[in-house]
């Protein structure tokens, strides 16, 4: 069998991508706040006014002609990352680890000339990477230093974190590595590895390549299950926080590991995929009811994280009913 | 809940206005749900021919009556130099002819087309019968008719019946004496008719002679046949004179109702109707459209499509087919779960497929494509800025399309001149996201939008295409309704896709003991 019968994916509680537009989507996310997230300057801008962390701004271009400011803006740094600030599930992303005279180096070791890093700016302007090709704007900021812990399993990059938060509420969490299959690229879809981390304790859970269990990382050949993120209650705090930040009911937050500052925020998506249910090997509508059956939302991200703890850790030991999960919900969307 | 129940009473309302229309259009307007309908269309001509001899003539012709289960098309009448007029009298409806003063053969024309219509059973009819005129017999007829009448009223119940007995004895191939008596004086089938209508004046029952054409095709120097018609005290029942039979037979014209002359000609003689008749094969669709241009039913049909000129007419029939397109790409990928580049892609590949056929459409997309996205590579190379690569693309597409069609007629493959109908600014953006895509996400994403726009736009394709469905969307726009409904309905669909029972494949491993 090719095929898993709808009966048992609903028995595990998966969330479909119609059931994820309709319900989640369109249900928590007002539309007007959209750009608050596809646009990821007005993200950083936020969330440093909310004192939420995020990678350091260093410079933007708005036009065409700011290309030319563009090697003046370099001279000051030998790491950057390159981003298109409306740009989609991390297309049009430079990353500079090295630079030497004119010649800037990719992480995988790439060459590039600063001509070729203008162009790439340029087609950003131009709008190459946004949605619907409407002209974007080129955001430079800091490149972020792995932290040790990640350094058994990052082939190239860092890896990110990402968390579903729904009304303020982490619901689950994976770690995307990438590996060579994946040229580099966190994407699941071209064989980076989603490591399922568990709420309760940011411990790795299951792990997936290509759809398939994983034990080891393809090309570090390192076990996952000794794998543990540091900083783990201040990274779901953090994106807990999100949620009165930006106001959207249902975020895929994306969290990076910084070696000396910590978890930062790199983006927002109002529109979360659904392989974090393959990564953990388990499905998001029982989390969704057990926060749709609550009463009132808890205006503390730090309670807020307290309560996901308790209930959606896997450990059993750690998991209690809570009192909320009877009373019927009048949201019938999951159901 | 209140947005749930809204969209469902909003999505029943459409859905039963849209059914609603399609039957009205069916059962009263008679549009036929198919395509393959056809119906027999007859041409009914009378040639009237007499010799004038220089007098005024004037010449009476009495034309069929207008029933309710024969649409009557077309009504032509010819006679050169002759004044005519159409005249609507009690007696039924008659066509005169006149002219101050004519000399020799003369000929005039009454042309008739019609058809039978489902729209309603042909009823009998019903107005009240004349009072009866007691019919004068010698002695000797009067005994055989009186012992006819007294052997057929002992086998009947009613006037039905008894009518069917009487004519049943008439026709009786071992006549007794009293019948022979009868029927031997009187041979000819009007002399039958008349005899018939005066033996049931003698038992009370009012009856008249109905002449009317059996319409075959081919038939020519026809004559009117006769059927007698009895009154049964509320309505006219028709009866066969020659077998007793009971009800119209099917296709057959009632001509004439009662004992007027069929034609009168006043200042001519040796005056002579004959009848021919043509089969012809129409649509009914045509016919219907036809009948409503000059008739009352024509309200919704001039206010439709088909009061367009036939040029926009020809542009709608593809339009509307495109809800169809948008269906098929609905369902594809909230379903099924494809994926295409670009929502509406698949439709407008669709469209162009119409016009290349399938296959040679197919293979003059992928070689477009492919040679374009060989040559947008290099343009990757050049440095240029968006939208002056995209116009490159669009350039280069164009001379791909160029270089195909002339290669191709000088191949002598004229199927490969229609790749003109692909639209170019599609081609080009399809290429410049591919191209992008292949840089970002690797050939392995192309090939599965590609081929997800491929298959998608073949779905459509084949839909499009579909005799009965290019039929039904050009002859009921409403359909687009019930189309909508659909669309509004699965806009809610929440279960999974098809893809997804793939994608999540690696969770059925999963221990799901501990949750439920």
């Known amino acids: 069998m090719f095929l898993i019968s709808p009966k048992k994916l609903r028995k595990v509680g998966i969330i479909g991508m119609n059931q994820r537009n309709f319900g989640l989507v369109a249900r928590y996310n007002p539309r007007r706040l959209y750009p608050l997230v596809d646009d990821k300057l007005k993200t950083k801008l936020l969330a440093q006014k909310a004192g939420i962390a995020v990678p350091k701004l260093l410079g933007t271009l708005l036009y065409q002609h700011d290309v030319r400011k563009l090697e003046k803006l370099l001279t000051a740094y030998d790491e950057f990352v390159i981003k298109p600030v409306k740009g989609s599930g991390g297309k049009g992303i430079l990353v500079i680890s090295r630079r030497e005279h004119n010649l800037y180096f990719k992480p995988g070791g790439d060459m590039l000339s600063l001509m070729e890093i203008k162009r790439h700016v340029s087609n950003i302007l131009s709008g190459l990477h946004s949605l619907g090709g409407k002209p974007d704007t080129v955001m430079i900021e800091s490149l972020i230093k792995l932290d040790p812990v990640f350094s058994d399993y990052s082939y190239e990059g860092v890896p990110d974190l990402r968390v579903i938060v729904l009304q303020g509420y982490p619901l689950m969490a994976m770690l995307r590595l990438a590996t060579h299959a994946s040229d580099g690229k966190a994407n699941l879809h071209q064989g980076a590895v989603g490591v399922g981390i568990d709420i309760g304790t940011g411990n790795a859970l299951h792990a997936v390549q290509f759809g398939k269990p994983a034990q080891r990382h393809p090309d570090t050949r390192k076990v996952f299950t000794e794998l543990a993120i540091p900083h783990w209650d201040k990274l779901l705090s953090l994106a807990a926080a999100c949620y009165e930040m930006t106001g959207l009911g249902y975020l895929g937050v994306d969290i990076v590991l910084d070696r000396d500052q910590g978890p930062m925020i790199i983006e927002l998506n109002a529109r979360p995929g659904l392989s974090i249910q393959i990564a953990n090997n388990a499905g998001l509508i029982p989390r969704v009811k057990t926060i749709e059956a609550l009463k009132n939302i808890d205006p503390d991200p730090e309670s807020r994280v307290n309560f996901s703890k308790k209930y959606f850790s896997a450990n059993p030991s750690l998991q209690a009913a809570p009192h909320t999960e009877h009373a019927r919900s009048n949201n019938l969307a999951l159901q | ?516």
Do not use: C
Request: charged share 15%.
């Open chain 2, 1 to 516: 809940m209140q947005a749930t129940f809204r969209l469902y009473a909003l999505v029943l309302l459409i859905m039963s206005a849209g059914i609603g229309l399609i039957l009205y259009k069916h059962l009263a307007l008679g549009f036929p749900l198919l395509p393959d309908e056809k119906k027999l269309v007859w041409i009914v001509e009378a040639k009237i021919d007499f010799i004038a001899h220089g007098d005024p003539i004037n010449v009476s012709f009495a034309l069929p009556p207008k029933n309710p289960d024969i649409t009557f098309l077309n009504e032509d009448f010819a006679s050169p130099d002759y004044g005519f007029s159409k005249l609507e009298l009690k007696e039924g409806r008659r066509a005169q002819w006149s002219k101050r003063i004519a000399d020799g053969p003369q000929t005039s024309f009454y042309r008739l087309s019609i058809y039978k219509n489902d729209r309603m059973a042909a009823i009998h009819a019903t107005d009240n019968p004349h009072e009866l005129v007691e019919p004068e017999f010698d002695e000797v007829l009067q005994t055989a008719a009186t012992a006819l009448l007294n052997q057929a009223r002992s086998k009947s119940a009613d006037t039905e019946t008894f009518t069917r007995e009487l004519i049943k004895s008439l026709n009786s191939e071992s006549p007794t004496q009293n019948q022979s008596l009868l029927i031997n004086n009187q041979s000819s089938a009007d002399e039958k008719t008349s005899l018939l209508v005066s033996l049931l004046a003698m038992e009370g029952i009012s009856a008249r002679i109905v002449s009317g054409l059996y319409l075959e095709g081919g038939r020519r120097r026809q004559s009117l046949a006769n059927f007698i018609e009895v009154h049964d005290g509320t309505q006219w029942l028709l009866f066969n004179q020659d077998t007793g039979n009971s009800g119209l037979p099917d296709n057959f014209l009632i001509w004439q109702r009662g004992g007027q002359s069929l034609l009168d000609v006043v200042g001519g003689t040796n005056s002579r109707v004959s009848f021919s008749i043509i089969e012809n094969v129409q649509s009914s669709r045509d016919l219907v459209l036809g009948d409503s241009q000059d008739e009352q039913a024509g309200g919704i049909i001039d206010f439709s499509i088909y009061s367009l000129p036939i040029e926009q007419q020809n542009a709608f029939k593809m339009i509307l087919l495109l809800p169809i397109g948008a269906l098929v790409v609905v369902i594809m990928r909230l379903l099924v779960g494809i994926r295409t580049s670009g929502t509406f892609m698949p439709i407008l590949i669709a469209l162009a497929l119409i016009e290349t056929t399938l296959v040679a459409g197919i293979i003059m997309f992928l070689i477009v494509v492919s040679a374009g996205l060989l040559i947008r590579s290099y343009l990757s190379y050049l440095n240029l800025l968006l939208v002056a690569r995209i116009s490159a693309v669009i350039i280069v597409v164009i001379t791909i399309m160029a270089s195909i069609s002339i290669i191709s007629h000088k191949l002598g493959l004229s199927q490969a001149l229609t790749v003109t109908f692909f639209p170019l600014i599609i081609l080009a953006w399809t290429i410049e996201r591919m191209s992008i895509l292949w840089e970002e996400d690797g050939p392995k994403e192309v090939f599965i939008q590609g081929a997800g726009s491929l298959i998608t736009a073949i779905v459509a394709y084949l839909f499009m295409t579909n005799h009965i469905i290019e039929y039904l969307s050009f002859n009921f726009p409403e359909l687009m309704l019930v189309n909508l409904a659909f669309i509004l309905i699965l806009g809610q669909y929440t279960g999974y896709r098809f893809t997804e029972l793939y994608r999540f494949k690696s969770l059925e491993q999963q221990n799901v003991s501990d949750k439920s």
